[in-house]
């Protein structure tokens, strides 16, 4: 008896060692595609190897490799499809993949890299207002909701905060300011 439990126990350990070879190659294509130098996945910051792979577990675990390739994010080779722009997500799959990503990357540095990209240098007093006006919740809701082909107020009220403290409107402006995220 001790001897069909060792070989049981070896056999499980053998098999989940394997893992998914499906999920292993989209892992590997999807952290390839993410530490691309013109890659847009991450809004243009560029990912620390540690983020990719938290992309790309991420990607796989969190929302599955059908899934991505239901929304064509994951072509039927399991490379990424950087022209996607899923639009017609779930809820439940928009939830999770905006989770991924707003999770995986430093939220704040990517707005902080975007707008040091510009010709003006923030100031302390901007960069310290941007730091305040980003709200990971925000984002995350915001990122769902264009997965979805939706909008979303508190995505819209965090981006127009944001540009008052980048056009140096510190608590004064319209509503009517919006970034665009690359």
Same mark, same amino acid.
């Given at each position: 008896?001790?001897?069909?439990?060792? /070989?049981?126990c #070896?056999? !499980? &350990?053998?098999?989940? !060692?394997?893992?998914?070879?499906?999920?292993?190659? !989209?892992?590997? *294509?999807?952290k390839?595609?993410?530490?691309?130098d013109?890659?847009? %996945?991450?809004?243009?910051?560029?990912?620390?190897?540690?983020? #990719? *792979?938290? $992309? !790309?577990?991420?990607?796989?675990?969190?929302?599955?490799?059908?899934? %991505?390739? @239901?929304?064509?994010?994951?072509?039927?080779?399991l490379? $990424?499809?950087?022209?996607?722009?899923?639009? *017609?997500?779930?809820?439940? =799959?928009a939830?999770?993949?905006?989770?991924? +990503?707003?999770d995986?990357?430093?939220?704040?540095?990517? +707005?902080?890299?975007?707008?040091?990209?510009?010709?003006? @240098? &923030?100031?302390?007093?901007?960069?310290?207002? %941007?730091?305040?006006?980003? =709200?990971?919740?925000?984002?995350?809701s915001?990122?769902?909701?264009?997965?979805?082909g939706?909008?979303?107020? #508190?995505?819209?009220?965090?981006q127009?905060?944001m540009?008052?403290? /980048?056009?140096g *409107? &510190?608590?004064?402006?319209?509503?009517s300011?919006?970034?665009q995220?690359?």
């Amino acid at each position: 008896m001790k001897k069909i439990a060792a /070989v049981l126990c #070896a056999a !499980a &350990l053998l098999l989940s !060692a394997c893992g998914n070879s499906d999920d292993d190659t !989209a892992k590997k *294509n999807i952290k390839a595609a993410v530490l691309k130098d013109d890659t847009s %996945l991450t809004g243009g910051a560029k990912p620390t190897e540690e983020q #990719a *792979n938290c $992309i !790309a577990d991420g990607m796989v675990d969190d929302v599955g490799v059908d899934t %991505l390739q @239901k929304y064509k994010l994951l072509d039927d080779k399991l490379q $990424i499809n950087q022209d996607a722009n899923p639009t *017609n997500m779930s809820a439940d =799959d928009a939830d999770a993949l905006a989770g991924v +990503f707003v999770d995986c990357i430093d939220v704040e540095k990517m +707005f902080e890299d975007q707008f040091a990209q510009g010709d003006q @240098k &923030l100031t302390s007093d901007q960069q310290s207002c %941007l730091k305040d006006a980003i =709200d990971e919740d925000a984002m995350k809701s915001g990122l769902s909701a264009s997965f979805q082909g939706k909008d979303d107020q #508190a995505f819209t009220d965090m981006q127009n905060a944001m540009m008052k403290c /980048v056009t140096g *409107n &510190l608590g004064m402006g319209s509503g009517s300011d919006q970034m665009q995220m690359q």
